[in-house]
């Protein structure tokens, strides 16, 4: 199966930055789309930032200008870097992957086990 793991969450004050990281793992023969969400308490589930295999970004709008997302292929890795953060950027935020597994026949979404970012005022 996939395994997909998130890390680098924590707790900072407001203005500062973290940078999150997620590797996908087992036998995957090919990763397409890769991205950020976050869920806020009381909120639905939405989406921070995605990038293409080819490269192509999306940002949410609320996040636009501070956060930037990029990967690494041949880690199977993507990344968030946060900068100027706010509390409202507080939420856990979850790695979504779209991959091909060996022997399957279509790509599936996997999904991290999500990392918790608190922004302090």
């Known amino acids: 199966q996939v395994q997909v793991v998130e890390s680098g969450g924590g707790l900072v004050r407001a203005g500062g930055s973290l940078r999150l990281s997620c590797a996908a793992s087992?036998?995957?023969?090919?990763?397409?789309?890769m991205g950020w969400y976050r869920q806020a308490p009381g909120k639905q589930r939405e989406l921070v930032a995605t990038?293409?295999?080819?490269?192509?970004?999306n940002y949410a709008d609320s996040v636009m200008g501070r956060f930037t997302i990029s990967r690494d292929n041949a880690k199977n890795t993507v990344y968030l870097q946060m900068n100027s953060l706010k509390p409202e950027d507080t939420a856990v935020y979850y790695c979504?992957?779209?991959?091909?597994?060996?022997?399957?026949?279509?790509?599936?979404?996997?999904w991290g086990q999500g990392t918790q970012v608190t922004v302090s005022s």
């Open positions: 990038i293409s295999s080819g490269g192509n970004t």
């Open positions: 087992g036998n995957i023969l090919r990763i397409d789309a």
């Open positions: 979504n992957a779209e991959a091909l597994p060996y022997l399957h026949i279509k790509a599936y979404s996997f």
